[in-house]
């Protein structure tokens, strides 16, 4: 098997730079130019806060439960170390006991974390 030259791996990522270089001058370009050509026409009422075609009343900023942040994070989490859990049981026989306790060790941290959680009351609603 031959080595690469310096040159021949430049030239492999010549193609990404040219790519990368494009994309973002026609972001920068669109940008700038729905900036220069767009309309301006400013006004109170578009300037106003818009949602549902309901005009805003009171304050946009209503103070509600953490437990709707701490219930999102601890889904995003505990779904997160489930997507490990299929590739894992579809090539459960070949990995075999290392690949068990491999698993295991995986598991042990977010079982703690669950407990934790537990423990503190996260789940618990009144």
Known sequence: ME??????IQLDYLAILIQFVVASSFVIGTFYLTHKLGPKHKSEKKLQSFECGLDSIGDAR?????????????????DAEVIFFYPWAVNFRELGEEGFIKMIL???PFMLGFYY?????ALKWE
């Open 3 to 8: 080595t690469q030259s310096i040159e021949s």
């Open 62 to 78: 209503l103070p509600f439960s953490v437990k709707y942040f701490l219930a999102a994070i601890l889904f995003v989490l505990f």
């Open 106 to 108: 995986f598991v042990t």
């Open 117 to 121: 959680v537990i423990k503190k009351g």
